[in-house]
């Protein structure tokens, strides 16, 4: 007997995975480039933090669309729920973090 014999078979997988390879180059250009305005001390302190913080936005965007397949769900709302959980846990890591550190100083 076969499992699951209603469902179609996906051949999504054949060929070489560009996407991915992009998204890598991509998130490793945003990478080095934060660490160069911020080891490069080209910058005022603000700008340098604003820049860091958009790269640091537009790399999360792109690993969202390149490595987590934002765009393939099942539903909009699962979409909507899984990326507003998502920004929660950032907020509450990133939070956590400066919470901590601001205690120890």
């Known amino acids: 007997m076969q499992e699951n014999e209603n469902q179609p078979v996906s051949r999504d997988h054949a060929g070489f995975p560009w996407k991915q390879v992009i998204g890598l180059l991509l998130s490793l250009v945003l990478t080095f480039l934060a660490l160069w305005i911020a080891v490069g001390h080209l910058l005022p302190v603000q700008p340098t933090i604003a820049i860091i913080v958009a790269l640091a936005i537009f790399q999360a965007f792109i ?8 765009t393939e769900g099942t539903e909009p709302v699962h979409q909507l729920i899984g990326i ?19 205690y120890q100083m």
């Not at 969202?64 to 934002?70: A, K, S």
């Not at 507003?84 to 601001?102: H, N």
Request: charged residues 0%; glycine residues 12%; aromatic residues 26%.
């Open 63 to 70: 690993q969202l669309f390149m490595f987590m397949h934002v």
């Open 84 to 102: 507003l959980f998502g920004i929660y846990v950032a907020f509450a890591v990133v939070g956590g973090t400066i919470w901590i550190l601001y």
